[in-house]
């Protein structure tokens, strides 16, 4: 069997990185510098991965760049790696993201006793994780990665967060840990299954799975299906599974916020393509309207809580919530149009609320408050920031001409010959999105100067006065973006208007996947073909 190595540099080399950058504990320059080289040449990988694959031959091979060795040959375990478009996409937008995090930590202060290297390996870390859990092709190997990912990730939020880190660290942990052990059973089940049914033993690999799916009955399936259904239903998260991620992205620092949402949580959406749908076809249809439900219910119950939020932080998360209800309305619509504007959903909100995220870091570093209350009148003192974020907030309430517009159109006319009542329910949550997206921004950048954060900027902290009393030190102490900050959020501002204008590339690359995907569940395409 041919090896191809370069998956597996991609997983070793955050891994390393993690290990480099650890113990310079006492250079936080030089840690951040040597993090950041090595998130830019895994940048470069991911770039020679992505001109590697090739989009013709994903209509008959279903995983390229493949690597597959004996892992525990007792079990059947394989270290086994392999990518379709859908995985590549993801192991893109981690790719992105991760130097663009590295970008906007470069001046955090850190809690007492906390250091860069620190920080910086952790980060390493989960990424290193993340393209393992986006390219295992092996189901054990998958949950193993699914577990690991959640160590570097509690302990950036325990150790580097915000004051109630604590907690909403362990909250992480004890739901993901929970939804992990529930999925173990139904991975020893599959293994189990499988074990009945090839001469050879009870097997991990997903292909021999996806081809054995159709000789499991609707029962058995059912029960395997919601095994991994709660873990990703967890990880998502869905209603009413979600109330760990609004306390874990209030007290994550900035950066880790923007993986938190704009990567870990496409986890589940993945693992609803790669793992539910074809392994567990007959029982992806049959619970499907649960999962409706449960999608447009937290399209719109996420929506109005996002209304009411005045930590902008949690606000964020609660859009992402309301977001990922849109994906999986995409997914469980069972359409291959409604697949793609999903699987580009998940990239789309990845990029679109990682920049909000961050511009919402930025506004905090200058204000100290993250209470939307402690903000007014800031454009007229930050108008670049102001631009930034209301940039950010039109991309994510799917404005023509952004990347987010071109997904959630997909999921919802995908959607919509199979499912319309479910897809007019949910369309009502882009009125909430405008709604919300703009309300804050009104609050925070709009009218005269207000606010505890913005007074306490003008004229000092513990002063009282009035907004003009402070007109001559306004521009001083509430500064606009520094040129670092400008080419951090650069990146982002191009990929949300290249996506919005040009999402063709991508969805080239997603479409056979979704293809194939679609003859794996079994139904005829509702829609009659891929995207153009």
Same mark, same amino acid.
């Given at each position: 069997?041919?090896?191809?190595?370069? +998956?597996? /540099?991609? #997983? =070793?080399?955050?891994?390393? %990185? @993690?290990?480099?950058?650890?113990? $310079?504990?006492?250079?936080?320059? &030089?840690?951040?510098?040597?993090?950041?080289?090595?998130?830019?040449?895994?940048?470069?990988?991911?770039?020679?991965?992505?001109?590697?694959?090739?989009?013709?031959?994903?209509?008959?091979?279903?995983?390229?760049?493949?690597?597959?060795?004996?892992?525990?040959?007792?079990?059947?375990?394989?270290?086994?790696?392999?990518?379709?478009?859908?995985?590549?996409?993801?192991?893109? +937008?981690? /790719?992105? #993201? =991760?130097?663009?995090?590295? %970008? @906007?930590?470069?001046?955090?202060? $850190?809690?007492?006793?906390?250091? &860069?290297?620190?920080?910086?390996?952790?980060?390493?870390?989960?990424?290193?994780?993340?393209?393992?859990?986006?390219?295992?092709?092996?189901?054990?190997?998958?949950?193993?990665?699914?577990?690991?990912?959640?160590?570097?990730?509690?302990?950036?939020?325990?150790?580097?967060?915000?004051?109630?880190?604590?907690?909403?660290?362990?909250?992480?942990?004890?739901?993901?840990?929970?939804?992990?052990?529930?999925?173990?059973?139904?991975?020893? %089940?599959?293994?189990?299954?499988?074990?009945?049914?090839?001469?050879?033993?009870?097997?991990?690999?997903?292909?021999?799975?996806?081809?054995?799916?159709?000789?499991?009955?609707?029962?058995?399936?059912?029960?395997?299906?919601?095994?991994?259904?709660?873990?990703?239903?967890?990880?998502?998260?869905?209603?009413?599974?979600?109330?760990?991620?609004?306390?874990?992205?209030?007290?994550?620092?900035?950066?880790?916020?923007?993986?938190?949402?704009?990567?870990?949580?496409?986890?589940?959406?993945?693992?609803?393509?790669?793992?539910?749908?074809?392994?567990?076809?007959?029982?992806?249809?049959?619970?499907?309207?649960?999962?409706?439900?449960?999608?447009?219910?937290?399209?719109?119950?996420?929506?109005?809580?996002?209304?009411?939020?005045?930590?902008?932080?949690?606000?964020?998360?609660?859009?992402?919530?309301?977001?990922?209800?849109?994906?999986?309305?995409?997914?469980?619509?069972?359409?291959?149009?409604?697949?793609?504007?999903?699987?580009?959903?998940?990239?789309?909100?990845?990029?679109?609320?990682?920049?909000?995220?961050?511009?919402?870091?930025?506004?905090?570093?200058?204000?100290?408050?993250?209470?939307?209350?402690?903000?007014?009148?800031?454009?007229?003192?930050?108008?670049?920031?102001?631009?930034?974020?209301?940039?950010?907030?039109?991309?994510?309430?799917?404005?023509?001409?952004?990347?987010?517009?071109?997904?959630?159109?997909?999921?919802?006319?995908?959607?919509?010959?199979?499912?319309?009542?479910?897809?007019?329910?949910?369309?009502?949550?882009?009125?909430?999105?405008?709604?919300?997206?703009?309300?804050?921004?009104?609050?925070?950048?709009?009218?005269?100067?207000?606010?505890?954060?913005?007074?306490?900027?003008?004229?000092?902290?513990?002063?009282?006065?009035?907004?003009?009393?402070?007109?001559?030190?306004?521009?001083?102490?509430?500064?606009?973006?520094?040129?670092?900050?400008?080419?951090?959020?650069?990146?982002?501002?191009?990929?949300?208007?290249?996506?919005?204008?040009?999402?063709?590339?991508?969805?080239?690359?997603?479409?056979?996947?979704?293809?194939?995907?679609?003859?794996?569940?079994?139904?005829?395409?509702?829609?009659?073909?891929?995207?153009?």
């Amino acid at each position: 069997m041919n090896q191809n190595y370069l +998956l597996l /540099a991609l #997983l =070793v080399l955050p891994a390393v %990185g @993690s290990v480099a950058v650890a113990p $310079l504990r006492t250079n936080d320059r &030089a840690a951040k510098s040597l993090a950041m080289a090595f998130a830019l040449l895994e940048l470069g990988l991911t770039a020679v991965a992505w001109f590697s694959y090739s989009v013709s031959a994903a209509a008959n091979q279903r995983f390229q760049l493949t690597f597959d060795v004996p892992w525990i040959p007792a079990f059947g375990t394989r270290i086994a790696l392999g990518v379709d478009g859908i995985a590549l996409v993801m192991l893109a +937008l981690i /790719a992105v #993201l =991760v130097p663009i995090v590295l %970008g @906007s930590s470069w001046t955090d202060r $850190l809690p007492e006793g906390r250091t &860069a290297a620190g920080f910086c390996a952790l980060l390493l870390a989960t990424q290193a994780t993340l393209v393992g859990v986006f390219a295992a092709t092996d189901v054990f190997l998958f949950y193993v990665f699914f577990e690991a990912m959640l160590v570097p990730m509690y302990f950036i939020i325990g150790r580097f967060g915000g004051p109630k880190r604590q907690y909403a660290a362990v909250k992480f942990f004890l739901y993901s840990v929970l939804g992990g052990l529930i999925m173990l059973g139904s991975v020893i %089940g599959l293994y189990v299954v499988s074990a009945g049914r090839l001469p050879s033993g009870g097997t991990f690999s997903w292909a021999a799975l996806r081809d054995l799916a159709a000789q499991v009955p609707q029962s058995v399936q059912i029960w395997l299906f919601l095994g991994f259904f709660i873990a990703f239903a967890i990880k998502a998260p869905l209603v009413p599974l979600h109330t760990w991620l609004p306390d874990a992205g209030a007290e994550a620092p900035i950066g880790a916020g923007v993986l938190l949402v704009g990567v870990l949580d496409k986890v589940a959406t993945f693992g609803f393509l790669r793992y539910c749908l074809p392994l567990f076809p007959l029982a992806s249809k049959s619970l499907a309207p649960l999962v409706l439900v449960l999608s447009v219910l937290g399209i719109i119950y996420a929506g109005l809580l996002a209304a009411g939020q005045d930590d902008m932080k949690r606000f964020v998360s609660y859009t992402s919530i309301a977001h990922f209800g849109f994906i999986a309305l995409g997914i469980f619509a069972f359409s291959t149009q409604a697949f793609a504007g999903s699987v580009l959903y998940m990239v789309n909100h990845g990029i679109t609320t990682g920049m909000l995220f961050i511009a919402v870091g930025m506004l905090i570093t200058r204000g100290n408050s993250r209470l939307i209350s402690d903000y007014g009148g800031v454009s007229a003192l930050t108008p670049v920031l102001a631009g930034t974020f209301l940039f950010a907030g039109l991309a994510s309430l799917a404005l023509p001409g952004t990347n987010s517009f071109v997904s959630e159109f997909l999921v919802l006319i995908g959607s919509f010959p199979r499912e319309p009542v479910y897809t007019i329910i949910a369309t009502v949550g882009i009125i909430f999105a405008a709604l919300y997206v703009l309300w804050v921004y009104q609050q925070v950048f709009q009218g005269p100067a207000r606010g505890n954060a913005v007074m306490a900027s003008m004229i000092g902290p513990g002063a009282v006065a009035a907004p003009s009393s402070a007109a001559g030190t306004a521009k001083s102490s509430f500064s606009d973006l520094t040129r670092g900050e400008i080419m951090v959020l650069a990146p982002l501002i191009a990929l949300i208007l290249l996506l919005g204008f040009f999402p063709g590339p991508v969805l080239d690359v997603i479409n056979p996947s979704v293809a194939a995907t679609m003859r794996e569940v079994g139904l005829a395409d509702p829609v009659g073909g891929m995207t153009p």
